[in-house]
Protein backbone atom coordinates (compact mmCIF):
# COMPACT_ATOMS: atom_id res chain seq x y z
CA UNK A 1 0.00 0.00 0.00
CA UNK A 2 1.32 3.49 -0.94
CA UNK A 3 0.20 7.02 0.06
CA UNK A 4 -0.49 8.25 -3.44
CA UNK A 5 -2.87 5.08 -3.55
CA UNK A 6 -5.18 6.48 -0.26
CA UNK A 7 -8.91 7.60 -1.10
CA UNK A 8 -12.39 8.07 0.40
CA UNK A 9 -14.52 4.93 1.00
CA UNK A 10 -17.19 5.25 -2.12
CA UNK A 11 -19.93 7.44 -1.61
CA UNK A 12 -18.26 8.91 1.44
CA UNK A 13 -17.25 12.36 -0.46
CA UNK A 14 -19.78 14.25 -2.74
CA UNK A 15 -19.24 17.24 -4.88
CA UNK A 16 -20.78 20.88 -3.48
CA UNK A 17 -23.93 21.41 -5.57
CA UNK A 18 -23.25 25.63 -6.59
CA UNK A 19 -26.92 26.71 -6.30
CA UNK A 20 -27.59 29.31 -9.59
CA UNK A 21 -23.95 30.87 -10.39
CA UNK A 22 -24.89 32.42 -14.08
CA UNK A 23 -27.61 31.25 -16.61
CA UNK A 24 -25.18 28.53 -17.54
CA UNK A 25 -25.89 26.80 -14.36
CA UNK A 26 -29.95 26.48 -14.71
CA UNK A 27 -30.46 28.13 -11.94
CA UNK A 28 -29.29 31.72 -12.96
CA UNK A 29 -31.51 34.69 -12.66
CA UNK A 30 -33.26 33.72 -9.01
CA UNK A 31 -30.79 31.28 -8.05
CA UNK A 32 -33.71 28.80 -8.05
CA UNK A 33 -35.14 30.77 -5.01
CA UNK A 34 -38.59 31.70 -7.58
CA UNK A 35 -39.61 35.00 -8.42
CA UNK A 36 -39.95 37.92 -5.43
CA UNK A 37 -41.39 37.32 -2.54
CA UNK A 38 -39.63 36.83 1.35
CA UNK A 39 -38.29 33.27 0.30
CA UNK A 40 -36.69 34.97 -2.89
CA UNK A 41 -34.41 37.50 -0.28
CA UNK A 42 -31.15 36.74 1.49
CA UNK A 43 -31.66 36.20 5.39
CA UNK A 44 -35.22 34.79 5.01
CA UNK A 45 -36.00 31.99 7.41
CA UNK A 46 -40.02 31.39 8.31
CA UNK A 47 -41.38 31.34 11.54
CA UNK A 48 -42.32 28.00 13.43
CA UNK A 49 -45.51 27.31 12.17
CA UNK A 50 -45.79 29.54 9.54
CA UNK A 51 -47.93 28.68 6.81
CA UNK A 52 -47.53 31.83 4.15
CA UNK A 53 -49.82 34.01 6.04
CA UNK A 54 -52.71 31.71 6.06
CA UNK A 55 -53.65 31.36 9.86
CA UNK A 56 -51.33 28.90 11.23
CA UNK A 57 -52.36 25.74 12.40
CA UNK A 58 -51.91 26.78 16.32
CA UNK A 59 -54.17 29.54 16.24
CA UNK A 60 -56.85 28.15 14.20
CA UNK A 61 -56.97 24.85 17.16
CA UNK A 62 -59.25 26.20 20.04
CA UNK A 63 -57.56 26.28 23.41
CA UNK A 64 -58.55 23.76 26.27
CA UNK A 65 -57.49 22.58 30.05
CA UNK A 66 -55.42 24.71 32.62
CA UNK A 67 -52.40 24.60 34.53
CA UNK A 68 -52.58 24.33 38.19
CA UNK A 69 -50.61 26.03 39.43
CA UNK A 70 -51.16 24.90 43.51
CA UNK A 71 -50.38 21.67 42.25
CA UNK A 72 -47.80 19.61 44.82
CA UNK A 73 -46.18 16.91 42.57
CA UNK A 74 -44.67 13.94 44.53
CA UNK A 75 -42.01 11.29 43.42
CA UNK A 76 -43.66 8.24 43.89
CA UNK A 77 -41.51 5.29 45.58
CA UNK A 78 -43.37 2.20 45.98
CA UNK A 79 -42.75 -0.63 48.86
CA UNK A 80 -40.92 -3.15 46.64
CA UNK A 81 -38.12 -0.52 45.38
CA UNK A 82 -37.71 0.04 49.39
CA UNK A 83 -37.48 -3.05 49.87
CA UNK A 84 -34.81 -3.48 47.63
CA UNK A 85 -33.17 -0.48 49.34
CA UNK A 86 -33.43 -2.47 52.73
CA UNK A 87 -31.85 -5.59 51.38
CA UNK A 88 -29.20 -3.74 49.72
CA UNK A 89 -28.15 -1.32 52.41
CA UNK A 90 -28.96 -3.27 55.39
CA UNK A 91 -30.99 -0.09 56.88
CA UNK A 92 -33.61 0.31 59.53
CA UNK A 93 -34.45 3.85 58.90
CA UNK A 94 -35.40 4.78 55.68
CA UNK A 95 -35.38 8.71 54.60
CA UNK A 96 -35.01 11.30 51.82
CA UNK A 97 -31.01 11.41 52.44
CA UNK A 98 -30.98 7.63 52.07
CA UNK A 99 -32.83 8.11 48.76
CA UNK A 100 -30.93 10.64 47.63
CA UNK A 101 -27.48 8.60 47.95
CA UNK A 102 -28.79 6.06 46.23
CA UNK A 103 -30.20 7.75 43.24
CA UNK A 104 -33.96 7.24 43.66
CA UNK A 105 -34.98 10.86 44.36
CA UNK A 106 -33.36 14.39 44.01
CA UNK A 107 -32.62 16.62 46.69
CA UNK A 108 -35.49 18.98 45.24
CA UNK A 109 -38.09 15.90 45.34
CA UNK A 110 -41.02 15.52 47.51
CA UNK A 111 -41.29 11.78 47.93
CA UNK A 112 -44.38 9.69 48.58
CA UNK A 113 -44.60 5.99 49.41
CA UNK A 114 -46.97 4.13 47.47
CA UNK A 115 -48.36 0.23 48.08
CA UNK A 116 -47.26 -1.79 45.32
CA UNK A 117 -45.15 -4.71 45.99
CA UNK A 118 -44.52 -6.45 49.33
CA UNK A 119 -42.90 -5.17 52.47
CA UNK A 120 -40.66 -8.04 54.75
CA UNK A 121 -38.97 -5.88 57.14
CA UNK A 122 -39.76 -4.04 59.65
CA UNK A 123 -38.38 -0.13 58.53
CA UNK A 124 -39.12 3.26 59.87
CA UNK A 125 -39.65 5.41 57.41
CA UNK A 126 -39.69 9.26 57.47
CA UNK A 127 -40.67 11.00 54.23
CA UNK A 128 -43.15 13.96 52.58
CA UNK A 129 -45.89 11.68 51.94
CA UNK A 130 -47.63 7.68 52.33
CA UNK A 131 -50.60 6.58 50.47
CA UNK A 132 -52.93 4.79 52.82
CA UNK A 133 -51.96 0.91 51.68
CA UNK A 134 -48.46 1.91 51.95
CA UNK A 135 -48.61 2.87 55.49
CA UNK A 136 -50.59 0.19 56.40
CA UNK A 137 -48.32 -2.47 55.29
CA UNK A 138 -45.72 -0.60 57.00
CA UNK A 139 -47.26 -0.35 60.40
CA UNK A 140 -48.15 -4.03 60.03
CA UNK A 141 -44.65 -5.19 59.78
CA UNK A 142 -43.87 -2.92 63.02
CA UNK A 143 -42.54 -0.01 61.71
CA UNK A 144 -43.26 3.49 61.62
CA UNK A 145 -44.48 5.87 58.66
CA UNK A 146 -43.65 9.52 60.05
CA UNK A 147 -44.28 12.25 57.54
CA UNK A 148 -42.55 15.25 57.13
CA UNK A 149 -43.07 18.53 55.49
Do not use: C
Not at 41 to 63: A, I, N, T, V, W
Not at 86 to 92: G, H, L
Request: hydrophobic share 30%; glycine share 14%.
Amino acid sequence: MKLSGLKPAKGSVKTNYRRGRGQGSGGGGTATRGHKGAGSRSGHSDKRGFEGGQMPLQRRLPKFGFKNISRVEYRGINLDVLQKLVEATKASEINAELLIKNRLATKNDLIKVLGRGELKSKINVTLHAFSASAKKAIEEKGGTATQVK
